[in-house]
């Protein structure tokens, strides 16, 4: 098995089916490049350089994906965790060499998930536990149900019909009889492709569902729906103890995690990030508050900028709001546009349609702030809290979903439940620098301790051992 399937890519329909020779069962929403934002903003003149001004209106965003990166390897990381925590990795791995998995979610590019099944399989595979990628598709139809759900599912308001079962229904039948479920552990993130456990009867292996969202107050008549098809699992996994419900199954604890040698997380030189300031019109020589989101309303990206015309009237600042699609998102394009009418005229308001490639563009806009915000309503577990940790920057964020977890409030950076406290806090930092540095290195060391991809790794090769019968749980949540 050695050298097999490393840095295995998520596998889509067509390429499944062109190896079939079939047609593919419906085409995947695709995602390209953001050429231009919906309209082009009118900006108010100011007393910026007029490079400014010319690159916040058209900012050089990139049009091609870089080529990729060479992924890490294992050993790589001991400079960061230690050769004993590395040791301790190969170990708990030794006894899953050869046995198969498939990870099974719903987009390949945006979002947390993808980010991070973009990293952890590569890992499992050069740990010679053989890990395939796939990713469910969909019609339109589709995705907006499954977007429905997802907003039912942290609490909104639902009309759950028997036509929107049916779709879910039928997608989940289309992608599972493609399908072929020949591995040993079955990992199914999120609620878009649950119904795949139709096949557990046909397979020997063990079915993790993979929860990513916050369950604690779902919408009752999609969680209805969806629990029957959750409790055929072996196993069901939750980013915080607050997010499960009540099940027949066992449940186990996992926070997400983040690679600190991504490209989204590496270190970078000064100079790069100078760069991809001056690409896109930002001025180092005054605060720079930045949330990176998909534009989500969940996300509260108009509240951020509310937030911000607060601050400004104390404090001369610059606010990003950089963010872009993901193929399971269809309501992005609205809500940038709502975002570009809150944000009006003001050319210290730069807002930024990023490609899907922008890992290192985003990693230097975080590295370039001076706060870091995720103001969110609703969140799942927020991984763009942990990068801005990770980075050693203070972060003000909403305190929901999995954000408290990371954010000891003052202490490793600030929860926020409104606008105004939102404004107070970034204020606050800003004009308290010392204090700002000190919730960056207690929040860089919180993210070391507990969010990093080696700790989430050694989580799923202890559960695998559970699931397979080689090891006996200590304590499930
Ligand atoms: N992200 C990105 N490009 C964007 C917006 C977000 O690469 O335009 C990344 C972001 O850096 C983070 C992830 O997508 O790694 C978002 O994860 P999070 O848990 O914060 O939110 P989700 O989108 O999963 O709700």
Known sequence: MK???????????EEQNAAKGTEAVADPPTITAPSSPPKERRLRDAELPPHFIERRKHPRISTQPPPPAAPPRLDDYAAIIGRPELDEIRFLARHLQGKTVKMVNSTAVGGGVAEILNRLIPLLNE?????RWEVITGGNDFFEVTKGFHNAL???DYNLTKQIQDIFLAYNEQNRLRMQFTEDLFVIHDPQPAGLIRSRSDTRGRWIWRCHIDLSNPHSGVWDF????VEQY???????????RQLSIPQYLFYPSIDPLSEKNRELEESYISKVCDDFGIDRSRPVITQISRFDRLKDPVGVIEAYKLVKKYVDCQLVLAGGGATDDPEGAVVLQEVMDAAGDDPDVIILNLPPWSALEINALQRASTVIVQKSLKEGFGLTVTEGLWKQK??????????????IHKLTGVLVHSIEGCAYQIRYLLTHPEFAAQLGKNGREHAKENFLITVNLKRWLLLFQILLGMAKPSKTL
């Open 394 to 407: 203070p972060v003000v964020a909403g305190a929901v979903g999995g954000i408290p977890t990371q954010i």
């Open 127 to 131: 740990l010679e536990i053989p890990t």
């Open 234 to 244: 072996d196993a069901a996994i939750f980013s915080a103890p607050a997010f499960t």
């Open 3 to 13: 050298g097999k399937n490393r840095n295995q890519k998520p596998v889509a329909a």
């Open 154 to 156: 942290h609490g909104g």
């Open 226 to 229: 969806l629990k029957p098809m």
